[in-house]
């Protein structure tokens, strides 16, 4: 088999472990805060401190990894998630659970998809999988890895009828360190060092550059919309709508397994519509559907609007990671990946942990915001992307084999 192949199956048996792990963690670490005494506020500040300590991670291991090697700073990043489930095992203590929320990314913007808790692997294996996948194929291999790592976090979510949290943690620490072991045979291609020709190297940065500012604009808004609502929507539907644990899990679970099946269609769509104006179009009706879920009241109708809203807002993220990817060089992928998450999880960062106090005062509130800002994100995707050819719509669709 082809070495590529290889290491594309090594990096997906390490995301789909990673996101069974994160699948039940999502649906029970704000529960398991609330069990053991915390108030809604110090949750906010647990989510908050993963928010503001995963992405400044994120971008020094992104950067780390295009100078110094992508390998080391994979397993490195790895490592982080079975540390951080460790010390849930072994103390409750706040200051602790703070380190293992910043560590192990607990409560940070974007659930299940993309493998969801510890997210700062994630812009080293998105710059990985570039390298291993063709131009052609690459909206096709990200939508599997997202479609196989939102299904096994569907899955995970399931795991959370065990009512047991030690058990579940144990389990956890297991998979997060298979998730590490398969990924050490893993082969990564030497760092691109600098050409001689100083022109063309200065025109390749200016426009790295260029196109890393524009995805960091719209990486802000997209962390401070989600960072608004994600992190609560478990505890959200047990104090408002009074669901136990199994409840949220199969919620969970269904939102996981439809998101993940419409991932099937994302490179039909993306040839069909393009990169940005699918990106526009399905955001678009996932903002829509958030604006209306505090003023359903139903539990059953919230339910299916929790379904609806999270998978038109991830339908298009594979299409999104392999615009990024290329536009941008080779050298500079990573980086460009890292700077994204870290725009994206900073300012969720505050919105996260300001979310926990506007909970408080209404459940509209966080949901309306966060609305708003989505609008503003899509403004964004219009005026940076709409004129790039590579982000329009191919003259015909066609799909293309796993084996071309």
């Given at each position: 088999?082809?070495?590529?192949?290889?290491?594309?199956?090594?990096?997906?048996?390490?995301?789909?472990?990673?996101?069974?792990?994160?699948?039940?963690?999502?649906?029970?670490?704000?529960?398991?805060?609330?069990?053991?005494?915390?108030?809604?506020?110090?949750?906010?500040?647990?989510?908050?401190?993963?928010?503001?300590?995963?992405?400044?991670?994120?971008?020094i291991f992104s950067i780390f990894a295009d100078i110094q090697g992508r390998k080391i700073a994979l397993l490195i990043t790895l490592s982080f998630l079975p540390i951080s489930i460790l010390i849930l095992l072994l103390t409750n203590n706040f200051y602790f659970l703070a380190l293992a929320s910043a560590l192990g990314g607990f409560g940070i913007a974007g659930g299940l998809v993309g493998g969801g808790i510890g997210a700062t692997v994630a812009p080293i294996q998105t710059?990985?999988?570039?390298?291993?996948?063709?131009?052609?194929?690459?909206?096709?291999?990200?939508?599997?890895?997202?479609?196989?790592?939102?299904?096994?976090?569907?899955?995970?979510?399931?795991?959370?009828?065990?009512?047991?949290?030690?058990?579940?943690?144990?389990?956890?620490?297991?998979?997060?360190?298979?998730?590490?072991?398969?990924?050490?045979?893993?082969?990564?291609?030497?760092?691109?060092?600098?050409?001689?020709?100083?022109?063309?190297?200065?025109?390749?940065?200016?426009?790295?550059?260029?196109?890393?500012?524009?995805?960091?604009?719209?990486?802000?808004?997209?962390?401070?919309?989600?960072?608004?609502?994600?992190?609560?929507?478990?505890?959200?539907?047990?104090?408002?709508?009074?669901?136990?644990?199994?409840?949220?899990?199969?919620?969970?679970?269904?939102?996981?397994?439809?998101?993940?099946?419409?991932?099937?269609?994302?490179?039909?769509?993306?040839?069909?519509?393009?990169?940005?104006?699918?990106?526009?179009?399905?955001?678009?009706?996932?903002?829509?559907?958030?604006?209306?879920?505090?003023?359903?009241?139903?539990?059953?109708?919230?339910?299916?609007?929790?379904?609806?809203?999270?998978?038109?807002?991830?339908?298009?993220?594979?299409?999104?990671?392999?615009?990024?990817?290329?536009?941008?060089?080779?050298?500079?992928?990573?980086?460009?990946?890292?700077?994204?998450?870290?725009?994206?999880?900073?300012?969720?960062?505050?919105?996260?942990?300001?979310?926990?106090?506007?909970?408080?005062?209404?459940?509209?509130?966080?949901?309306?915001?966060?609305?708003?800002?989505?609008?503003?994100?899509?403004?964004?995707?219009?005026?940076?992307?709409?004129?790039?050819?590579?982000?329009?719509?191919?003259?015909?669709?066609?799909?293309?084999?796993?084996?071309?």
């Amino acid at each position: 088999m082809d070495r590529n192949k290889i290491d594309i199956i090594l990096l997906l048996i390490s995301r789909i472990t990673r996101s069974i792990t994160a699948g039940f963690l999502a649906v029970v670490i704000g529960l398991y805060f609330l069990q053991i005494g915390l108030s809604l506020l110090q949750i906010g500040v647990l989510f908050g401190v993963s928010a503001f300590a995963s992405p400044l991670i994120a971008f020094i291991f992104s950067i780390f990894a295009d100078i110094q090697g992508r390998k080391i700073a994979l397993l490195i990043t790895l490592s982080f998630l079975p540390i951080s489930i460790l010390i849930l095992l072994l103390t409750n203590n706040f200051y602790f659970l703070a380190l293992a929320s910043a560590l192990g990314g607990f409560g940070i913007a974007g659930g299940l998809v993309g493998g969801g808790i510890g997210a700062t692997v994630a812009p080293i294996q998105t710059a990985i999988l570039a390298e291993k996948a063709s131009q052609e194929n690459r909206t096709k291999i990200y939508s599997i890895f997202t479609l196989a790592s939102t299904y096994a976090g569907a899955g995970g979510a399931l795991l959370s009828y065990i009512k047991n949290y030690d058990e579940l943690f144990v389990l956890g620490l297991v998979l997060s360190l298979i998730s590490f072991i398969v990924s050490v045979p893993i082969r990564v291609s030497p760092i691109i060092r600098r050409e001689k020709d100083e022109e063309k190297n200065k025109e390749e940065k200016n426009k790295d550059l260029n196109v890393i500012k524009k995805f960091t604009y719209t990486g802000i808004f997209n962390g401070i919309a989600q960072g608004l609502i994600t992190p609560f929507i478990p505890v959200i539907f047990e104090k408002f709508y009074s669901l136990t644990q199994p409840e949220i899990g199969l919620i969970v679970f269904f939102g996981g397994i439809v998101s993940a099946t419409v991932m099937f269609l994302t490179p039909y769509f993306t040839e069909l519509l393009g990169f940005v104006k699918f990106i526009i179009i399905t955001r678009g009706i996932s903002s829509v559907l958030v604006l209306i879920f505090p003023f359903l009241h139903i539990s059953l109708l919230a339910e299916i609007d929790y379904v609806l809203f999270t998978t038109f807002r991830v339908f298009a993220l594979p299409s999104q990671q392999a615009l990024m990817m290329n536009l941008v060089s080779e050298r500079r992928r990573a980086t460009a990946s890292g700077i994204n998450q870290t725009a994206r999880l900073l300012p969720s960062a505050v919105s996260t942990t300001l979310s926990g106090f506007l909970l408080t005062l209404a459940l509209s509130i966080p949901f309306i915001s966060s609305f708003i800002v989505n609008i503003v994100n899509l403004f964004l995707y219009y005026k940076f992307f709409w004129d790039i050819p590579e982000a329009q719509a191919k003259k015909k669709v066609k799909y293309v084999s796993m084996n071309d």
